[in-house]
């Protein structure tokens, strides 16, 4: 008596739980909202193959985050040098590669340099020395085990700024993961605007304050004779309507970097009026705003770029010294444009450029589509099954039918209780594991049966037969189960849908089919005084 009460109260319990649980999802789709409105405002999420999106696979291009690296190292290299009354002649990274060149006078500012790179950058080694006796030159490379680092700091730190972009541009329930040692899979369920996530994804956002050089022609520049110290860049004025470049205005800006990026708190977009036009508004933290208002006090009338990506946005005069760390980016762009920049300057820079490998789009209708037939081929199957059972085992196949329904309603609610998402296969699953719960029944009615032709009675071949099918079920199970975990741990997205919905579905399978349906049919035969048994 104690261990039916227990059954009963374990079954009225799970089958509440279920019920709050499916409800929202059930309310949700029925009238066509977007998010759940009942308690526990929790749904089934459906999959990219179900309700449409975008599918990405990027490469981050970890190389050039060493490239950046040893940029960054140049003019405090350079400062050094100068510091240690060694005058550098040439400081720069060859064009593509990984070395830095670096020439100077031969003798003791040589010898002065191999110190001074020995005791301070203790993580870069002379590849080559070569020279005569006037100047040496120099190769510089990074150590193979700090490139390495930089590499794969590039590839999780790129990982981290795309989810957070992601976020900030409100998709639900993206997927992304890292796949090998340079790629990024990403899966953007329901997304609406596929070109601006795209946009988004594939903007490095490397912001940069830098002066324009102004003691140089750029004309001259144009032609070729380009100062060390500079380079040219360009301001790309686009057609609002149509987004066509309409001009190019060539700039020479000096390669030294004012200031980041990385200094910035807040980026917004906003509008501006009074001249019709978008802009995004900076904010800077206190050591940022503190270098701006330095870098504005010390160049009074001189112009200072502002630098995305290696594109000019403008440079303006600077006309006062700017306290309060505030700062404006304009470039004639669209609403469209300026949400995507902002969302990428608050997220921070990608360390390295992304390149789309691959790319899919789901349209909704065929998502839908999907959904239909999946659904169609659950119920035809469902149905088969459900009218076998109840030809095949009589009212024992019908109790293994109520068993089997709530075994359905005990995964949908599972789903929506721990937010997994459905995809095709998941479906799959779903089916499969139907199949497994009747499998299981079969294993019981048989050892009930063959209890049966024993001589025994219907309330103890009942008990038997559940007691001695009960340990081949939950070993079959069990394997299936540790499949199913393995499959979730090393799958990609639609294999981790079949998994999650396979997993679920064998815990309901085993409390249906040797809790529940042992309980429902204990209390049919002791209804009929233990005189028969219907199977």
Not at 48 to 64: A, R
Not at 194 to 215: N, S
């Amino acid at each position: 008596m104690k261990a039916f009460s227990w059954k009963i109260a374990s079954l009225i319990l799970v089958m509440a739980v279920s019920i709050i649980y499916i409800m929202p999802t059930a309310v949700m789709y029925s009238k066509g909202q977007s998010q759940p409105e009942l308690w526990p405002n929790k749904k089934i999420n459906l999959g990219l193959d179900l309700q449409g999106g975008m599918h990405l696979l990027l490469e981050v291009q970890s190389e050039k985050a060493v490239y950046l690296n040893l940029d960054a190292r140049i003019n405090e290299l350079r400062k050094k040098m100068f510091q240690g009354q060694i005058v550098p002649k040439m400081v720069k990274r060859l064009e593509n590669t990984a070395t830095l060149a670096i020439q100077t006078e031969s003798g003791e500012p040589a010898a002065k340099f191999e110190e001074l790179l020995k005791k301070e950058y203790p993580d870069l080694r002379i590849a080559n020395k070569a020279g005569d006796t006037a100047v040496t030159d120099y190769k510089v490379n990074l150590i193979p085990e700090e490139a390495d680092q930089i590499k794969k700091s590039a590839v999780d730190q790129a990982l981290e700024t795309i989810r957070n972009r992601i976020d900030q541009f409100g998709v639900a329930e993206p997927e992304i993961r890292k796949l090998g040692e340079n790629r990024i899979q990403i899966q953007l369920p329901g997304i609406k605007d596929p070109k601006g996530a795209k946009e988004l994804l594939g903007k490095t956002a490397v912001l940069q304050f830098r002066l324009v050089d102004e003691q140089h022609d750029v004309q001259q520049a144009l032609g070729g004779n380009v100062p060390p110290e500079s380079e040219i860049l360009y301001e790309t004025a686009k057609d609002p309507v149509t987004g066509a470049v309409i001009k190019k205005t060539p700039y020479l800006i000096k390669k030294e970097v004012s200031l980041t990026g990385e200094a910035l708190t807040d980026a917004r977009l906003s509008f501006n009026s009074m001249d019709n036009e978008y802009y995004v508004s900076l904010d800077f933290n206190r050591e940022g705003a503190r270098k701006f208002a330095d870098i504005t006090g010390q160049y009074l009338q001189k112009r200072l770029a502002i630098v995305l990506d290696d594109a000019v946005y403008s440079a303006p005069v600077i006309q006062s010294k700017i306290v309060g760390g505030h700062a404006q980016i304009t470039g004639n762009f669209t609403q469209e444009e300026g949400k995507v920049l902002a969302i990428a300057l608050r997220a921070g820079a990608l360390p390295a450029p992304v390149v789309t490998l691959e790319e899919r789009t789901v349209g909704p209708a065929l998502g839908m589509d999907a959904i239909k037939k999946g659904v169609i081929s659950m119920i035809i199957g469902t149905v088969v099954v459900f009218l076998f059972m109840a030809v095949y085992y009589k009212m024992s196949g019908v109790i293994a039918n109520v068993t089997l329904f709530m075994n359905i309603i005990i995964m949908a609610a599972a789903l929506a209780m721990v937010q997994a998402t459905l995809t095709l296969p998941g479906i799959a699953g779903f089916v499969l594991t139907i199949g497994m719960a009747v499998d299981a029944h079969v294993l019981i009615f048989e050892r009930i049966r063959e209890e049966l032709r024993n001589g025994l009675s219907p309330i103890a071949a009942s008990e038997k037969g559940f007691e001695r099918a009960a340990l081949t079920i939950i070993d079959s199970n069990v394997t299936t189960l540790i499949a199913a975990v393995v499959l979730y741990q090393y799958g990609t997205g639609p294999v981790k849908g079949f998994a999650v919905t396979l997993s679920i579905g064998i815990i309901a399978s085993l409390f249906t089919s040797l809790i529940v349906c042992e309980m429902i049919m204990d209390a049919l035969i002791k209804r009929s005084d233990n005189k028969t048994l219907s199977i």
